[in-house]
């Protein structure tokens, strides 16, 4: 315990409320109570937070000037300590909020004490939290950006060459690449406009709530709102103190763009495997195997398939603290942080991880047109053009065409290896213009439908997102 703790009251009783306390806390309950070790990860937004409160506090008559300066100067002092590593964090002190006021005691004096009036810390915990998860937010959407400007590029490189598209893990039909890119442009968007819906909501002020019922004081909140960059202020003091909708819309946001990366790394997995070969990923983005010499493993691309776990894992673990809870603040409450810090780093680091594998990784070109071609990949093709050229009922194509699927599985060869002659004979209104519907550039340029892949389609799709991304 350090001598800023130290009352006039009992010996080790707090400082903050020492007064109705006959004796200070069991080690244990300091060791459970105790929020510091990390939510002086909130140290700025703390000291941000106090000092518009603090001028607020002057410009309603509330502080003298004086006072509002001398706390506003301390502030920055103790700001500059803690980035400086100077600080000493003191867990007899609890959390962030009474560190800094502890210290801005031991430098300021009297004036200190008078920073929490018309203020609580349940106030100041959601206006710091709320600061922080904004930030948090932006700095979502700025990976995210990222992450697509990478995709983007992938797209243009190879807005034309075809590969397998997949349905069950199963040869569906010829793709292109960057339909495929551009695919995870559209995801990533998405999650764009949910960290961007969450944030736009979360940015009330919840400062001025006070404890819960709100201040005798003539405070003004649009004024420390403003100067937090919040829209407004929290309508409901009650409200304002007990929320957690912010943290938990944010942790739902990165769950599931946590999810879509696990998707996408999946993907980088198989198609880097020695089977695939559909991408080479960089050196700097793999690992080798300290006992197969051969082994290049894509330990970036698990990982990230694996994040989700742990962001999913914050978001539930957070539901379940919220739920049940009455108004207004309980100390429940205090388990926010923990679960959103983790979810929140564990994020920025996956995003920049596959924006940085994106970027490095090889498209294998020959290997994605060679599997494309494979697996009777244009079959739909077939059917189709029996439907166009012989007039067939697409019941019937399908059919047709499923027996020339089976012929050439039992010959062993792909579709357009099959003659004229036995093609007929599965239906007399074949005709040589067949074969040019089999190749997979004819298969992909023919998907003309808006949102589809034939090249054309990508490349409007890759122009608009250039646009975008400007
Ligand atoms: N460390 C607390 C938290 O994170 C700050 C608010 C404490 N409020 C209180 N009334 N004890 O929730």
């Known amino acids: 315990m350090t001598d800023d703790t130290k009352t006039s009251g009992a010996p080790g009783a707090n400082a903050m409320w020492g007064g109705r306390f006959a004796a200070g806390p069991d080690a244990i309950m300091e060791a ?25 506090l002057a410009a309603t008559g509330i502080l003298s000037d004086r006072d509002a300066e001398a706390i506003g100067e301390g502030l920055l002092t103790v700001l500059s300590e803690i980035e400086a590593g100077e600080f000493q964090f003191s867990t007899a002190l609890e959390d962030i909020h009474m560190n800094v006021e502890a210290r801005l005691k031991a430098l300021i004096g009297e004036p200190a004490g008078r920073l929490h009036t018309a203020r609580s810390r349940n106030d100041q915990v959601a206006t710091d939290f709320r600061l922080w998860v904004r930030d948090q937010a932006d700095a979502a959407i700025e990976g995210l950006t990222a992450l697509q400007t990478a995709l983007l590029a992938q797209a243009e490189a190879g807005a034309e060459w075809v590969m397998p598209g997949f349905t069950h893990l199963q040869t569906a039909q010829p793709v292109t690449w960057g339909h495929h890119m551009m695919a995870y442009i559209e995801m990533f968007a998405r999650d764009i406009g949910r960290f961007g819906d969450a944030r736009a909501r979360m940015n009330e002020c919840p400062l001025g709530a006070a404890a819960l019922a709100g201040t005798s004081f ?77 082994k290049k493993n894509p330990d970036a691309a698990e990982l990230i398939r694996a994040k989700i776990g742990r962001i999913l894992g914050a978001t539930v673990a957070l539901f379940t603290v919220m739920k049940g809870l009455p108004l207004a603040y309980s100390k429940d409450m205090q388990e926010d942080k923990e679960q959103v810090f983790d979810a929140a780093d564990t994020l920025m680091l996956a995003l ?89 550039h004819n298969s992909v340029a023919s998907r003309q439908s808006y949102g589809g892949t034939a090249p054309d389609q990508v490349r409007a799709q890759i122009a608009r997102w250039r646009g975008k991304l400007k």
């Open 352 to 440: 920049a991880a596959m924006e940085g594998m994106v970027r490095d990784m090889n498209a294998n070109r020959a290997n994605l047109e060679k599997a494309a071609a494979s697996g009777f990949s244009t079959a739909t093709d077939l059917a189709d053009w029996l439907v166009r050229a012989a007039g067939l009922p697409f019941r019937e194509a399908h059919h047709v065409t499923g027996a020339l699927v089976a012929l050439a599985e039992k010959k062993g060869c792909d579709l357009p290896d099959l003659t004229l002659e036995e093609m007929q004979a599965s239906h007399p209104g074949i005709t040589e213009e067949i074969y040019s519907v089999l190749g997979v």
């Open 218 to 294: 003539p405070i003004n909140r649009e004024m420390t709102a403003k100067a937090l960059g919040f829209d407004r202020p929290m309508a409901n003091s009650l409200d304002a103190v007990s929320d957690r909708d912010f943290a938990l819309e944010f942790l739902s946001a990165a769950s599931i763009c946590a999810m879509h990366l696990s998707r996408f790394a999946e993907e980088l997995v198989i198609w880097s495997s020695a089977q695939f070969r559909f991408v080479t990923l960089s050196d700097r983005f793999s690992t080798g195997s300290s006992i197969m010499p051969q």
């Open 32 to 56: 459970i109570n105790a929020s510091i070790s990390f939510d002086k990860r909130l140290y700025a937004q703390d000291i941000r937070g106090s000092r518009a409160h603090a001028a607020m």
